[in-house]
């Protein structure tokens, strides 16, 4: 039998990488900290342009 091989791609990590998880307190903070904006800011931020991280710090003013 053949065992077939998993190939790691970074496909998967570069997707993750574009968005901002509005949910995920980590991600929330690390945005906040980049844009020297409030937590709260980055969430009203998400909320009103979506979860795309250039269109969220666009709309943040960085």
């Known amino acids: 039998?053949?065992?077939?091989?998993?190939?790691?791609?970074?496909?998967?990590?570069?997707?993750?990488?574009?968005?901002?998880?509005?949910?995920?307190?980590y991600e929330v903070q690390y945005e906040a900290k980049k844009t020297r904006k409030s937590a709260s800011a980055v969430k009203k931020a998400v909320k009103k342009v979506g979860n795309a991280r250039k269109r969220v710090e666009k709309k943040l003013g960085r």
């Open 1 to 25: 039998m053949a065992v077939a091989t998993k190939t790691k791609t970074a496909r998967g990590r570069k997707q993750d990488r574009v968005r901002v998880a509005g949910g995920q307190n």
